[in-house]
């Protein structure tokens, strides 16, 4: 029997910095209902507030939710309210060395954009994040600037040897995040086995990136099972079959 349904944001979710909708809320919340549920994405937390929490009943299934932002570099569960549990925070030299490198990586990717839509590299505080066409980029922009990953692999590639004391992942519509070593999403969810005391085979991971290179990916390579999807039309039915599978009487 799993206990434990960890979900990425955007892509899976929810479209790239946009809220859920009604009924992935709806689906949500009758999950909370009976398992615990952890959310973990690239964004910071006031993606969690606008994209996810806003749009729950702000009940006491909440005490089953975690959430995790910035790949897992930081961690908050609700008692009454939200408290964060740590945060593992860049330095200011860090900071200015991954910023630098970013801007040298993308400018010899050759990648240049005719407009951006607010920041193009954000500081998280825990992580630094790559949006290419600014962090308020319509979606349909978005969708379309790197389906493939294409542009983005690149860029990572020249980044890497720049900077090979840090993670470089690559998630969202077109975003690169890069985060401490070995800090990642595998490590988010090694959190949560150590901190909500649940083996990594009682979990299910659910995101739109797990392939090699992709932010979702050391999930999977933490070894927990992880489902593929394209987006939020396909999380909808693996949340509805987990709903009803766990909600099935016990033989």
């Known amino acids: 029997?799993?206990?434990l349904i960890v979900f990425d944001l955007d892509g899976?979710?929810?479209e790239s910095k946009s809220p859920m909708d009604a009924d992935m809320s709806g689906l949500l919340h009758d999950l909370l209902g009976?398992?615990?549920v952890a959310v973990i994405s690239g964004g910071d937390w006031p993606q969690f507030e606008k994209q996810v929490l806003s749009h729950l009943p702000q009940d006491g299934s909440l005490v089953n939710l975690s959430i995790l932002p910035t790949c897992g570099t930081k961690f908050f569960q609700y008692a009454g309210d939200w408290k964060k549990l740590y945060s593992e925070d860049f330095t200011a030299e860090e900071k200015e060395k991954i910023i630098s490198s970013l801007n040298k990586?993308?400018?010899e990717a050759g990648f240049k954009v005719d407009k951006v839509w607010g920041e193009v590299i954000e500081d998280r505080g825990s992580q630094i994040t790559f949006s290419a066409l600014g962090q308020q980029a319509p979606l349909d922009e978005k969708t379309k600037w790197d389906p493939d990953f294409t542009k983005r692999k690149k860029i990572k590639a020249i980044l890497d040897p720049f900077i090979p004391e840090f993670s470089v992942r690559m998630g969202g519509a077109t975003s690169i995040d890069v985060t401490k070593?070995?800090?990642d999403k595998g490590y988010g969810i090694r959190k949560l086995r150590d901190i909500l005391g649940i083996s990594l085979e009682e979990m299910i991971f659910i995101g739109d990136a797990l392939f090699p290179g992709g932010n979702?990916?050391?999930a999977k390579e933490a070894g927990v099972v992880s489902i593929a999807v394209r987006?939020?039309?396909e999380t909808k039915p693996v949340t509805e079959?987990?709903?009803a599978c766990l909600t099935e009487p016990r033989p």
């Open 241 to 243: 079959a987990m709903i």
């Open 12 to 14: 899976t979710l929810a």
């Open 1 to 3: 029997m799993k206990k």
């Open 34 to 36: 009976i398992v615990k």
């Open 231 to 233: 987006g939020p039309n």
């Open 105 to 107: 990586a993308v400018a």
């Open 216 to 218: 979702d990916y050391p």
């Open 181 to 183: 070593p070995g800090i």
